[in-house]
C-alpha cells in the first residue's frame, strides 16, 4: 500500500524565514507549501490535507491567533495539527491562548534546528500512521461491500435453486414436491385447528390434441393459462400444484361439508372450460378445452398421504371413464 508523502504548510511573512525553514525540512520527506500572510495560508488549506503547519504568530493584518481560529472553524481542516513559531514563546498568556485557538506544540525563535525537526518528524510519523489506519479502513470497508454483494448473490442464487427444486418451470406452481409438503402440513395442521380438508386430481381434457395440432409452444402457453385459471379460482390458503403434463392438484383446505366442496370443484371445472385464444402455430386459435377432477376428503389420521392421493387417483379414473369434463368425489 503506497502512500502519498504527507504535506506541511509554512506560514511565515519574512521571506527569509520561509528559506530557512525550507533548508530545515529538506529531508523531512515532506512535500512543502509556503504562505506570506494569513489569507494565502487559508486558500492553501482549502486545497490540501496538511499533515503540519507551521504557524508564525506574530503577521500583520491577519496574525497567527486568528489563521489558527478560522481553521479551527472548518470541520474538514479542525484537526490538522498547528505547531505556533513565535518569539514570545516565554509569554505565559501567549501561549495560552495558542493552545486555546489550537496549537498543538509551540517552538521559540530563534528556532533550534534540532528542536524542530525532532518535533517534525513526531508529527509526520502519526500522520502517517492515520493514513495507513485510514487507508486499512477504506481497504476493510471497500472489501466488506464486495462480501456483502457476494453473501447477497450467494443467497439470490440458493434461493433460486430453493424456489427451482419445488416449483414447476414453466407455471410457477409448487411442483410434485411441494405439494407432498404442503399435503403433509395440511395432514399435520388438522387435528390442532378442527377443520377438513380435501385433495382434488385434476386432468386436462383435450389438452393433447392441442399440443400435437398447434404445437409445443401453444401447448406451454395453454398451460400457464390454465395455471393462471386455477389461482383465480382457490381461496389464499389453498395449493395448487402441477404434478407433470396436464396433471394437477389443489389441496382445498376449511372443507365444511361434501356439497361445498363438489361445488367448489365444479366452479374450477366451469372455469377451465372457457375457451382459451392463444396463438399456434398457424396463428391465433381458440382452445376448448376441460377438466376431469377426482375429489378425496381426508378421513383423518388413520388415513395416510398416499391412502388420500389413491383415493382422488380412483376419483379421477371414474371422472374420466364417465366422461370427462365432470367432478367425482371418492366413497
Given at each position: 500500500?503506497?502512500?502519498?508523502?504527507?504535506?506541511?504548510?509554512?506560514?511565515?511573512?519574512?521571506?527569509?524565514?520561509?528559506?530557512?525553514?525550507?533548508?530545515?525540512?529538506?529531508?523531512?520527506?515532506?512535500?512543502?507549501?509556503?504562505?506570506?500572510?494569513?489569507?494565502?495560508?487559508?486558500?492553501?488549506?482549502?486545497?490540501?490535507?496538511?499533515?503540519?503547519?507551521?504557524?508564525?504568530?506574530?503577521?500583520?493584518?491577519?496574525?497567527?491567533?486568528?489563521?489558527?481560529?478560522?481553521?479551527?472553524?472548518d470541520e474538514k481542516l479542525r484537526e490538522t495539527p498547528i505547531i505556533f513559531v513565535t518569539a514570545a514563546y516565554a509569554d505565559d498568556i501567549n501561549r495560552v491562548r495558542g493552545y486555546h485557538f489550537g496549537a498543538v506544540d509551540y517552538i521559540a525563535k530563534p528556532i533550534n534546528d534540532m528542536i524542530l525537526q525532532s518535533k517534525v518528524r513526531v508529527f509526520l510519523e502519526l500522520y502517517r500512521a492515520r493514513a495507513e489506519l485510514k487507508a486499512t479502513l477504506a481497504t476493510l470497508e471497500e472489501r466488506n461491500a464486495q462480501l456483502n454483494v457476494e453473501i447477497a448473490e450467494r443467497l439470490r442464487v440458493e434461493d433460486r435453486i430453493r424456489y427451482q427444486a419445488t416449483h414447476d418451470m414453466l407455471t410457477g406452481l409448487p411442483n410434485r414436491v411441494l405439494f407432498h409438503d404442503r399435503l403433509l402440513t395440511a395432514m399435520q395442521r388438522v387435528p390442532r385447528h378442527g377443520t377438513d380438508f380435501a385433495l382434488a386430481l385434476l386432468d386436462i381434457d383435450g389438452f393433447k390434441a392441442v399440443n400435437d395440432t398447434q404445437g409445443h409452444p401453444a401447448g406451454d402457453a395453454l398451460l400457464q393459462a390454465i395455471a393462471e385459471r386455477l389461482g383465480d379460482q382457490v381461496r389464499s390458503n389453498d395449493t395448487v400444484a402441477r404434478l407433470g403434463g396436464d396433471e394437477f392438484a389443489l389441496i382445498l383446505e376449511d372443507v365444511s361439508d361434501d356439497v361445498s366442496l363438489l361445488r367448489r370443484c365444479q366452479q374450477v371445472g366451469a372455469a377451465l372450460a372457457a375457451p382459451y385464444l392463444l396463438d399456434g402455430s398457424k396463428g391465433p386459435f381458440v382452445a376448448n378445452v376441460s377438466a376431469s377432477i377426482g375429489i378425496a376428503l381426508w378421513e383423518g389420521e388413520t388415513q395416510s398421504d398416499e391412502d388420500l392421493i389413491q383415493a382422488a387417483d380412483r376419483a379421477l379414473y371414474r371422472a374420466k371413464d364417465e366422461g370427462k369434463n365432470r367432478c367425482v368425489m371418492a366413497p
Amino acid at each position: 500500500m503506497t502512500l502519498p508523502s504527507p504535506k506541511i504548510l509554512v506560514v511565515d511573512d519574512t521571506p527569509a524565514n520561509l528559506v530557512a525553514m525550507r533548508h530545515l525540512l529538506a529531508d523531512s520527506g515532506a512535500q512543502l507549501f509556503e504562505a506570506d500572510n494569513g489569507n494565502a495560508a487559508l486558500a492553501l488549506c482549502l486545497d490540501h490535507e496538511f499533515a503540519l503547519i507551521l504557524l508564525d504568530v506574530n503577521m500583520p493584518e491577519m496574525d497567527g491567533f486568528e489563521v489558527a481560529f478560522l481553521i479551527g472553524e472548518d470541520e474538514k481542516l479542525r484537526e490538522t495539527p498547528i505547531i505556533f513559531v513565535t518569539a514570545a514563546y516565554a509569554d505565559d498568556i501567549n501561549r495560552v491562548r495558542g493552545y486555546h485557538f489550537g496549537a498543538v506544540d509551540y517552538i521559540a525563535k530563534p528556532i533550534n534546528d534540532m528542536i524542530l525537526q525532532s518535533k517534525v518528524r513526531v508529527f509526520l510519523e502519526l500522520y502517517r500512521a492515520r493514513a495507513e489506519l485510514k487507508a486499512t479502513l477504506a481497504t476493510l470497508e471497500e472489501r466488506n461491500a464486495q462480501l456483502n454483494v457476494e453473501i447477497a448473490e450467494r443467497l439470490r442464487v440458493e434461493d433460486r435453486i430453493r424456489y427451482q427444486a419445488t416449483h414447476d418451470m414453466l407455471t410457477g406452481l409448487p411442483n410434485r414436491v411441494l405439494f407432498h409438503d404442503r399435503l403433509l402440513t395440511a395432514m399435520q395442521r388438522v387435528p390442532r385447528h378442527g377443520t377438513d380438508f380435501a385433495l382434488a386430481l385434476l386432468d386436462i381434457d383435450g389438452f393433447k390434441a392441442v399440443n400435437d395440432t398447434q404445437g409445443h409452444p401453444a401447448g406451454d402457453a395453454l398451460l400457464q393459462a390454465i395455471a393462471e385459471r386455477l389461482g383465480d379460482q382457490v381461496r389464499s390458503n389453498d395449493t395448487v400444484a402441477r404434478l407433470g403434463g396436464d396433471e394437477f392438484a389443489l389441496i382445498l383446505e376449511d372443507v365444511s361439508d361434501d356439497v361445498s366442496l363438489l361445488r367448489r370443484c365444479q366452479q374450477v371445472g366451469a372455469a377451465l372450460a372457457a375457451p382459451y385464444l392463444l396463438d399456434g402455430s398457424k396463428g391465433p386459435f381458440v382452445a376448448n378445452v376441460s377438466a376431469s377432477i377426482g375429489i378425496a376428503l381426508w378421513e383423518g389420521e388413520t388415513q395416510s398421504d398416499e391412502d388420500l392421493i389413491q383415493a382422488a387417483d380412483r376419483a379421477l379414473y371414474r371422472a374420466k371413464d364417465e366422461g370427462k369434463n365432470r367432478c367425482v368425489m371418492a366413497p
